[in-house]
């Protein structure tokens, strides 16, 4: 490969062939003037004006924000104190650790199944918005203790040592050293859960009653019941676009975010930055 770094291009650009052709056709034909997703005859937006005339397609939207923010909010709160929790070594903390990263690899069905079993069987909790939130924070939470953990176990100890031994106290500590390290870690593990929860297409068919019909839920019922029109081709790339725009902005912001948070808190506690 050292001699031949070509190959290893081809190989490269083959992978990201597969991955993204698919949804740049998916895109392209969202524009098409046609009906017909096989031809492209020209560029038109009437199918993008047709979804914001679609009663249907705007509930399932709104439904669909409000439950990815509340559970991107509660499962940001819980995660990010389990993970803090998760700091500081006790009996028994690779099994909490373990039990709280397990939702990760469950298959969705699985997780569906149990959560519509646990929520109108054991907790009585009829189906929609409430046991739609339920689903989504257990199967999201996972995620944002490992991102959050993950940057808690890359810290530098020295940092709030340092911060201690010039008489800062924990409280102080935290707010000026540990809390701006991670949060860049505590908004990109928000960012996952929100992308996950708006996402979801496997649980949220389980779990959503009449009147709580997710986007998602909502293109994959027409795309079954009417094939790849038009319409759930311009709503399907649109779904496409804002989480890979709130995924990139949200990367961005993280890392310009832990680059000045580093910085600025090596600067208070006098922390050579090269050592």
């Known amino acids: 490969m050292r001699r031949r770094p070509w190959k290893l291009a081809v190989v490269v650009l083959l992978v990201y062939a597969f991955l993204y052709l698919p949804i740049a056709w998916l895109a392209l034909v969202s524009f098409n003037s046609s009906r017909s997703v096989s031809e492209f005859t020209g560029f038109s937006l009437q199918w993008y ?3 914001l005339d679609d009663d249907r397609v705007l ?15 509660v499962c940001t709160v819980l995660g990010t104190l389990a993970a803090f929790g998760l700091r500081r070594a006790f009996r028994g903390r690779s099994v909490w650790a373990l039990l709280l ?3 990760m690899v469950v298959p969705e069905v699985v997780m569906g199944v149990s959560l519509l079993a646990f929520c109108v069987k054991l907790a ?6 409430f046991a739609l939130l339920v689903a989504h924070v257990s199967f999201s939470l996972s995620f944002v203790v490992v991102v959050v953990r993950a940057r808690l176990s890359g810290m530098d100890p020295r940092l709030e040592e340092a911060a201690a031994d010039l008489g800062a106290g924990p409280f102080t500590a935290f707010r000026t050293v540990t809390w701006p390290l991670v949060l860049p870690a505590v908004g990109a593990g928000a960012a ?3 992308l996950l929860s708006f996402d979801d297409v496997v649980t949220s068919n389980y779990l959503g009653g009449v009147g709580s019909t997710t986007l998602p839920v909502y293109v994959y019922g027409q795309a079954s019941k009417r094939g790849v029109s038009p319409e759930i081709v311009a709503l399907s ?16 912001i993280a890392s310009r975010r832990a680059r000045r948070a580093s910085s600025s808190v090596m600067e208070v506690v006098g922390v050579p930055q090269g050592g």
Request: a negative charge; charged letters at 5%; glycine letters at 8%.
């Open 192 to 194: 996952f859960a929100f």
């Open 49 to 51: 004006a047709e979804l």
């Open 59 to 73: 509930q399932a939207l709104d439904l669909t924000l409000r439950l990815a923010m509340t559970s991107a909010l």
């Open 101 to 103: 990263t397990l939702p």
């Open 124 to 129: 009585g909790i009829p189906l929609g918005f």
């Open 237 to 252: 790339t649109g779904m496409v676009a804002v989480s890979a725009v709130l995924l990139v902005v949200g990367v961005v």
